[in-house]
């Protein structure tokens, strides 16, 4: 895979300019950093009934996907079943399952 500088190079060679890939590269590094972030779940949560990727404080656990629903509670995915369960571990940050969208 071609680094983000490499590929700017390509991309500003095709529109003929250093502006563009001085934009190309700051936008892929803004893109990367809001994409990659851990939210803060005590400063915003997710939307209500999402799944999301969780980082746990848990015995034998350090990830687990969650929802968060409208009762302020923190939920397990089901793995078969169809229904949900309360998470009792303490939720360090989420952020977006974006393959999800």
């Known amino acids: 895979m071609k680094s983000i500088e490499e590929r700017a190079k390509e991309y500003a060679a095709k529109c003929h300019g250093q502006n563009t890939e001085w934009g190309f590269i700051a936008g892929a ?6 994409l990659t972030r851990w939210h803060d779940p005590k400063e915003e949560l997710p939307e209500d009934d999402r799944e999301v990727l969780c980082i746990v404080n ?8 969650l929802r968060h629903d409208n009762y ?8 078969q ?4 369960c309360g998470y009792d571990g303490e ?3 989420w952020r977006p399952i974006h393959e999800n969208e």
């Open 81 to 84: 079943g169809g229904g949900w």
């Open 72 to 79: 302020d509670w923190w939920q397990y995915v089901p793995f």
């Open 29 to 34: 590094h803004s893109e990367h950093e809001e």
């Open 91 to 93: 939720v360090c940050g």
């Open 58 to 65: 848990r015995q034998h656990r350090k990830y687990a996907i």
